[in-house]
């Protein structure tokens, strides 16, 4: 049996930019004006490296990948997609 895990940081999805959401919610305890600017700014106060949030549909290429004949040797590793907030060599 393989087992890896993705570890995604934040990504577009209604957790992060729903009215009401855990982006919301921490958009108005931080004091920020409105969601969209917070969102924007998102990237740079976490310090990931492009400088922009993940899309959902990079989160599901890198599980396809890994479910897929190419990635049969890999086995027990956690694979990060945040953008570079964690800086790991």
């Keep these: 049996m393989r087992v890896n895990t993705v570890s995604p940081g934040p990504v577009r999805t ?13 958009a108005k305890a931080m004091g920020a004006a409105d969601l969209r600017t917070f969102l924007e700014q998102v ?18 290429s890198l599980v396809a990948v890994l479910l897929s004949d190419h990635a049969r ?10 953008g570079g907030a964690v800086k790991t060599v």
């Design 14 to 26: 209604p957790l992060w930019e729903a009215e009401n959401g855990f982006g919301d919610h921490l």
């Design 43 to 60: 990237p740079q106060m976490i310090g990931m490296t492009t400088n922009r949030m993940t899309e959902p549909e990079e989160v599901a």
């Design 73 to 82: 040797s890999i086995v027990g590793a956690e694979l990060r997609i945040d």
